[in-house]
């Protein structure tokens, strides 16, 4: 799993799979996707790309098609299942980009982000409640192509085509806040603390 310069321990699984490790940048924008993640118990939560990485054809020098960058969408992994049933969940933000989440008593916050943006623009702030703890508000298949619901189809489409139904988390409370949100949200004494890009820091309790 290593390459000159580097002495890397082979992971146990990766997500999206890839062929190959190490899976090195190649220009077509996964260093975009450099967002902390977050754990609680077997999940992780992170900003990824998906199958739609590595389940379409590229379109052009870079890797690129339709639909394969996606930036605002956060998936819960489960870390402890095979690779069949590594999606949790998935969920879309609104907004260019997802920042970093973070995570406490099966509740997910995570703030929208728009790269490079210092402005006082609104940047939707979210809590969600993880399927675990809250029923789903409805099922996607776990190939996503572009926005959300842009896939294949639940059903017969999807599960033919190697894939599975997934849900789609319920937020609990979205609400905008003045600018982006890249970062982890704080989580201490009950509250949560949201530093945005255009300088403000938030406070807030349930």
Known sequence: CSYPGHNLECPKWTFPQVPSLPFQTDGHGDTRFIRPGAMEGDHAYIVAGGFNLTAIAPTDPYGNGPGRIILNRLYALNACANDDDRIHWIFDLNGDAAGAPSVA??????????????????????????????????????????????????????????????????????????????????????????????????????
């Not at 609104?122 to 619901?149: I, N, R, W």
């Open 105 to 206: 008593n099966g509740l997910i916050y995570v703030g929208a982000d728009t790269e490079g943006d210092t402005s006082p623009t609104p940047h939707e702030f979210y809590v969600l409640a993880d399927t675990d703890k809250l029923p789903a508000s409805g099922s996607v298949c776990s190939y996503q192509l572009g926005p959300m619901g842009s896939g294949l189809p639940v059903g017969p489409t999807c599960t033919g085509a190697g894939f599975k139904p997934v849900p789609v988390p319920q937020p609990v409370v979205h609400f905008p806040l003045t600018g982006a949100m890249p970062a982890h949200p704080a989580i201490a004494g009950g509250r949560v603390f949201v530093a945005t890009t255009a300088g403000f820091l938030y406070g807030l309790e349930p």
